[in-house]
């Protein structure tokens, strides 16, 4: 019996998924997007430190806070996302990295369920600028409130989302943020051609 027990977020076992062939055949390309979070899951993928080292024979980062892609050329094996979907520019963020990518990961709160960011669901969007442009102390002080409205300024969703209501998930790693060792653990796992299995000791969700 293998010493790591599955964790129970995991989807059930399934056909090996193309990431998992493509980790057989040699290097997986990877790539990291943060939607509407606060980076802190990002530097929890920066929290591998000098392990990716010895992963880079088997891993190439394509998108990333480190490369500043915008878009993901060709195909990658892995997308890991943090942040949910709070406006429409992360709605299409999202969907070309399911288009581009064969397994997608949702890492941390935000991406999970929504985290702080959906607090304002609980008040609406209409009660949530208003607070913020209208009505606050220092907006009542400004010469004309208004709400910020500009082709460039990305539509507001009605309510922040976790992704998997967007998109297909194949895999959630929880925490506010996950510990580095977790996103090293499934990334290692995919690397290898393994099956995906966080330890339930690396499984967090503070
Ligand atoms: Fe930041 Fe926590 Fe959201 Fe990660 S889950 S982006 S650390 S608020």
Redesign the pocket.
Known sequence: MSKRRRASHQLPATPPAPATVAAREGKIRISTISLC?????TLSILDMDERIVPLLDRVTIVRSSLTDLKRITGRCAVGFV??GVANEENIETLEHFRTHCDVLISV???ALWG??PSLRNSVGLGACLAEAYLESPTAVAGARPTIPLHPEIPRLTAKVHPCHEVVHMDYFIPG??PDGDAVFAVLDDLAHGRPVDLPRSLTRFD
């Open positions: 979070g606060c980076w802190g899951c943090e942040g941390g709160a935000c985290g702080i506010c943020p």
